[in-house]
């Protein structure tokens, strides 16, 4: 999670979560309550620093017995949903009656006081993630109890809420950003085939896209078994083919033959490129790379075609690692030539740290990487 997240936990946050918890805590003092989490320390905690906080403070204020206490958390949750017009009509196009930042602090109560008292977690996880995303509170359950939180899984994703059917996909993800690792789904992923057989087809968007993103993680460590998954899906519906091709992407940035073989990649021997120019042959950060060339197609007939480019980033030992950016997926008429310019921003952000010095940029053509070509990042 970014840093900067946790100045969410404000004022106004803890005013509106400190009025709900005075509908379910006899004489709850939120005075007291506020002042015991915002304390000397509190503005040199980070992000997950911070939800831990609250979790330790909230629990001097609900019931000792933990079964009691999650009572009172769902009592909390259906204060939420009665205060709804129709919670009939919440679905993933309104994903989050409670926000995350909510969200984060009842799951955490859970993962924190709830790890040896499995029969009543599984209740309170089943009730929060119908409310707000509850897939991270999930892997430390897994880790710890591999066979029954599999079960429990397969059995949600027959679940009627959209959003306990999502987090049968979502809480197994071998690879979940920021999530605590499982190591015995990346090294077997099988337990997880079943739950996103009964969830590919989905009429929730959001399951289908937590359905394309935990195949997507299983193919960074089993591409044979994703290929053999999308050959028995192909076919099945639009859905399952969209499932299919996103949960794909890492294999097709890669190139994977048989992947691109799959979703109708034609042959590029009669394809190529000409007239490469960098017209940035210095890019100061901040600013963008420009490059242009022309696509031939040499085939009397349209072919169908993937088109990329890659970045060869200067890394701080001096090294150059690629990342691989998408242009267009389209086809492209028979004896064709067609001009590309493309620009790549090297604006500042939180997520890339940027070192100056050469840099290179490749054209990718249905996963078929064609020459590099060299320009410099300055300060």
């Not at 950060?285 to 088109?307: A, E, P, W, Y």
């Amino acid at each position: 999670m970014a840093e900067s997240f946790k100045n969410r936990y404000n004022e106004r946050f803890f005013d509106k979560f400190t009025k709900d918890l005075e509908l379910v805590i006899d004489d709850f003092d939120a005075c007291e309550f506020v002042s015991q989490i915002m304390d000397d320390e509190w503005e040199n905690k980070g992000y997950k620093q911070r939800i831990m906080h609250i979790t330790t403070i909230l629990k001097k204020f609900l019931p000792t017995d933990y079964k009691e206490a999650i009572a009172k958390i769902l009592e909390l949750l259906d204060y939420v949903k009665s205060a709804l017009p129709d919670f009939s009509k919440v679905d993933d196009k309104n994903f989050g009656l409670l926000t995350l930042e909510y969200g984060a602090i009842l799951d955490n109560y859970v993962e924190q006081y709830g790890m040896d008292d499995y029969e009543t977690s599984m209740k309170a996880i089943e009730k929060i993630t119908q409310f707000t995303s509850c897939e991270f509170v999930t892997h430390p359950f897994i880790v710890k109890y591999q066979d029954k939180m599999m079960n429990q899984m397969l059995v949600w994703s027959k679940h009627e809420h959209w959003g306990v059917r999502r987090l049968a996909s979502e809480g197994c993800r071998p690879r979940l950003p920021w999530a605590m690792a499982l190591p015995n789904l990346k090294d077997n992923p099988a337990p997880i085939i079943p739950i996103l057989e009964n969830l590919k087809n989905d009429p929730s968007r959001f399951v289908r896209l937590s359905v394309a993103n935990n195949l997507n993680d299983i193919s960074k460590d089993h591409p044979a078994t994703v290929i053999e998954l999308v050959k028995r899906w192909k076919g099945e519906s639009e859905e399952v083919e969209w499932v299919s091709k996103h949960g794909c992407r890492t294999l097709l940035k890669q190139g994977n033959p048989e992947v691109m073989k799959l979703f109708g990649f034609d042959s590029i021997e009669n394809i190529c490129i000409e007239n490469f120019q960098i017209l940035t042959p210095e890019v100061r950060v901040g600013n963008s790379l420009k490059f242009s060339f022309n696509l031939l197609n040499n085939n009397d007939k349209k072919t169908k075609i993937r088109l990329e480019y890659g970045v060869y980033y200067q890394k701080a030992n001096g090294t150059l690692a690629k990342k691989v950016h998408k242009i267009s997926e389209k086809e492209y008429t028979g004896n064709s030539v067609t001009g590309i310019i493309r620009k790549h921003s090297f604006r500042v952000v939180t997520t890339r740290k940027f070192h100056l010095g050469l840099h290179q940029v490749a054209v990718i053509i249905n996963g078929n990487e064609f020459q590099k070509h060299d320009f410099e990042l300055i300060g």
